[in-house]
């Protein structure tokens, strides 16, 4: 129910901010079912309230009469009075009577509502109440419960209770059947009409109807959860949200979406959301009354008030009301929990709230946004604001799948918007996004082809871009672009608009929400025009995890959990040539990579938040030997932040949705965005398993490759590939000084061609060298990229006192750094004998004074002088961000 009869708002004055914000802490409840048997009645319940109703009258002790004809804010039918033919007690019973008022009253029918406001108010705890319910078409009875003091604010920011509540019993439904539902639900969020609201109907068994007989019906209330019962079977339970954190504790997601509030912060003075225990975390009263009519019960069922079920008054009986305190823990109201299997469970009686999900600050992570590019972004729905029409998607000769809008009489603006209220696709969710860290470089663009001019020749196409739900907006005309123009019917026209152009104009990039493209409000009316290619974005490279391909990330080791053994490096095909096998004995265990310190990787936990909407994690597998259980089922996990967040996910999870066929290699791909959305903290992936279910894998061997975490949306790399079956173009295999020709051998199936090197008597250095004029610009990759490239020694130099080199120079050596290869991220000593992989972060040639916008030699050498009698080969060498 809506309650607008009592409006009273009481935010106590020495309520402080700390008190208001620190309620919280997480959503999980400490029920422990160890140690409560559901078929067992709980005992440690203490009565501490109860009216049994076996008294002569209504004990005004205990309750107030409400006096008002409001129609609790809901259009009710009648006057609440304290008439004792409306409200009296018979036979040990409390009744209230809703009967047709006298002819010229201020509305139809009379009845009561009665609270104990001020004289019996509570928090925490179990409330019950036994009653008879009414029936008829446009009855509502309720037992429900109210904020004493509207701490949070107006209605319904403080919270309401609805223990029970029934409409329309007896009545007809739609389906044929007969109105038996009853109701538990709360109430809470945005101030009306805003408001947000959750709960769960329940039918008793046996079709029975609560309007023939007594039923009990209760809630237990303890800190951050609610239970909803009807003669003792818990039906539905409501617990408060409980917001998932990254690994830089920020606000990603919820982990469950429940109830929320919002209340002006005491010390900034900001209206904030918060997802916290609040508002039911403070004293509430008690209120039965029985409402005629109104906007639930008369759109439902036989609509309407049905008149005869009035006509001779009808009747809510109450034999009793009773208050419990939890004795275990009073003041949270915890450990008395009466529950059973399910209660906790979405598929069964656990109720999803509307809580909006908390938007995460700036990560600072430059990430670009694709609107519309053929297919609609389900986060970013086409909208006709105000005109009634429908945006569709339509085949265009030029561009194929574009946006079509119409503007008609009535006035209007189209566009894109992510706003929760707008977006209907199951998929989708409101996602301002946040523009801040492309500014220097990006843009909003979007390409438009008038097809139908608007009537009026003098409307003025505009761009007008929203932020903050349209706290900031800017609104300029499309011939402001960076390509000047305005539109022209039939012609296909693109405009860009520098994002800090926008920005200069007031627009907070930080959460932009809405993009719309239109003629002028009022002007547009005949207007028809297709949109596509909508995108905030700016040329940039995305963060790429590489596990193996061709090689084991040394930074990222192939793993064995828990049976002992080592994953080997293998042939295999022509196609895949060395992969990594994983075999698994009679131990229990999972397999996969891992970049764990203890477990021999480097501490390099993957952050793939610039890639959450559209990255991948990809693997190929294959099975060689299935497990010797039939019953196995294959499964991936991933773990974040040393196991402060995982998922595990059966393989037919992926988008392929298929099952490992043993002897085939296979392709599997698994959605960033839906780890994420399934608990998975992105920001620092430190684990990555692929294995046959725990005890269930024995006798399983099985190969993986092109193992990584990437973009596939993303544009080729900007980088370099100086050797890969041969040199890069305008490039050479050098020998700078020792009057040798470096050559291309062949070397194992892995491989297959590599540069060779051989030293002689005459001091040298080798490597590769670009022509003149040639440079490499490797600005682009700066921020993740490096030089690597593998190596094996075939013969050692002469010298024991050697010191394998690396050397990078650029400009003509105007700048150059030389580091030894025990320098690289691998930390290796050289070996004889096997390949080896060497990597250098371009940051860290940057930081030593590399200019790295000119590169045009790379050496790899043993030290100058001492390298006599040295033969090496170099492979797959490469200047990019992997």
Request: charged content about 20%.
């Amino acid at each position: 129910m809506k309650k607008t009869a009592i409006q009273t708002t009481s935010v106590l004055a020495l309520f402080s901010a700390t008190m208001l914000v620190g309620c919280g802490g997480g959503a999980k409840t400490t029920t422990d079912l160890t140690k409560v048997d559901p078929a067992v009645a709980v005992s440690d319940w203490k009565m501490v309230w109860n009216d049994e109703f076996d008294s002569t009258s209504i004990d005004d002790r205990k309750w107030t009469h409400e006096l008002n004809c409001d129609g609790g804010g809901n259009n009710e039918a009648q006057c609440y009075t304290d008439s004792a033919e409306n409200s009296f007690i018979a036979e040990g019973k409390l009744n209230i009577v809703a009967k047709p008022a006298p002819e010229g009253a201020a509305k139809p029918y009379t009845s009561a509502r009665l609270n104990s406001r001020y004289k019996a108010d509570f928090k925490y705890g179990r409330f019950e109440m036994s009653a008879k319910l009414p029936s008829g078409q446009g009855s509502w009875p309720a037992f429900w419960m109210m904020p004493t003091d509207e701490v949070y604010g107006g209605w319904p920011r403080s919270g309401e209770i609805d223990i029970l509540e029934a409409v329309n019993l007896k009545a007809a439904t739609n389906d044929g059947g007969i109105e038996a539902n009853v109701h538990g639900t709360l109430h809470y969020g945005r101030e009306w009409p805003n408001n947000a609201s959750s709960g769960k109907a329940y039918s008793l068994p046996d079709n029975i109807n609560p309007a023939d007989g007594f039923h009990t019906y209760a809630i237990e209330w303890q800190e951050g959860e609610i239970r909803w019962y009807v003669d003792n079977y818990l039906y539905a339970t409501q617990r408060k949200s409980q917001v998932r954190y990254n690994s830089k504790d920020e606000a990603v997601g919820l982990a469950h979406k429940g109830w929320f509030t919002e209340y002006f912060d005491q010390t900034s003075g900001e209206l904030k959301t918060f997802w916290t225990n609040a508002p039911f975390d403070q004293k509430f009263y008690l209120i039965l009354n029985f409402a005629v009519g109104g906007n639930w019960p008369a759109n439902v069922n036989e609509l309407g008030i049905d008149s005869a079920a009035f006509a001779n008054g009808q009747a809510f009986q109450i034999d009793y009301v009773r208050v419990y305190e939890c004795a275990i823990d009073p003041n949270t109201g915890k450990g008395c929990e009466t529950v059973r299997a399910g209660y906790d469970k979405l598929t069964d009686g656990l109720v999803e709230g509307a809580a909006p999900v908390p938007a995460p600050p700036s990560s600072g992570i430059p990430q670009n946004l694709t609107i519309f590019d053929g297919v609609l972004n389900p986060n970013w729905p086409a909208w006709d604001c105000c005109g009634g029409s429908t945006p569709a998607v339509v085949s265009d000769a030029e561009r194929g799948d574009v946006m079509h809008f119409t503007v008609g009489a009535q006035p209007t603006v189209n566009g894109f918007i992510s706003r929760g209220e707008f977006i209907t696709d199951p998929n989708g969710k409101a996602s301002p996004f946040d523009a801040s860290p492309i500014i220097d470089n990006g843009s909003i663009s979007f390409a438009v082809k008038v097809t139908s001019a608007p009537n009026n020749p003098d409307a003025t196409w505009l761009m007008k871009v929203e932020s903050i739900g349209g706290a900031t907006a800017i609104e300029i005309p499309l011939s402001t672009s960076s390509e000047g123009l305005s539109p022209v019917v039939g012609q296909w026209q693109t405009y860009t608009f520098p994002l800090q152009a926008v920005a200069d104009l007031g627009l907070d990039i930080s959460s932009i929400d809405a993009i719309m493209i239109f003629p002028a409000w009022g002007t547009g009316e005949g207007a028809q025009y297709l949109v596509d290619d909508v995108q905030i974005s700016q040329e940039m490279n995305y963060p790429e995890l590489v596990l193996f391909e061709d090689a084991m990330n040394p930074q990222w080791p192939m793993w064995d959990c828990c049976g002992g053994s080592t994953p080997t490096e293998e042939m295999d095909d022509a196609d895949h040539g060395l992969v990594a096998e994983f075999a698994i004995g009679a131990q229990p265990t999972v397999m996969g990579f891992i970049t764990r310190p203890a477990n021999g990787g480097a501490d390099k936990p993957f952050d793939a938040s610039a890639i959450l909407d559209s990255g991948v994690l990809r693997f190929d597998l294959k099975v060689v030997n299935a497990p010797g259980n039939p019953d196995s089922s294959w499964l991936i996990k991933l773990e974040s932040d040393n196991g402060a967040s995982a998922v595990e996910w059966p393989i037919t999870n992926s988008v392929e949705g298929i099952t490992p066929t043993t002897g085939q290699w296979q392709t599997y791909n698994f959605k960033i965005a839906d780890l994420a959305n399934a608990g998975l903290d992105v920001s620092a992936i430190d684990v990555i398993m692929i294995f046959p279910a725990w005890g269930t894998g024995e006798g399983a061997v099985y190969r993986v490759d092109n193992a990584k975490i990437f973009n596939p949306d993303a544009k080729p790399a900007s980088g370099l590939t100086l050797f890969k079956d041969t040199v890069a173009d305008k490039w050479s295999i050098w020998d700078c000084c020792g009057g040798s020709t470096p050559t291309q051998e062949t070397d194992d199936d892995a491989h297959g061609p590599v540069a060779e090197y051989k030293i002689g008597s005459q001091p040298t250095v080798m490597g590769f060298f670009a022509e003149d004029g040639v440079y490499h610009d490797a600005s682009a990759d700066l921020a993740n990229g490096v030089v690597r490239f593998e190596m094996k020694v075939v013969d050692a130099p002469n010298s024991p006192d050697a010191i394998w080199t690396f050397k990078i120079e650029a400009g003509d050596a105007s700048s150059a750094v030389e580091l030894p290869l025990s320098a690289s991220s691998e930390g290796q000593p050289v070996k004889t004998g096997q390949w080896q992989t060497f990597t250098f972060p371009l940051q860290t040639l940057y930081d030593a004074g590399l200019d790295i916008s000119a590169i045009d030699v790379v050496m790899v050498f043993p030290s100058w002088g001492a390298g006599e009698g040295a033969v090496y080969r170099i492979d797959n060498a490469i200047i990019a961000t992997p």
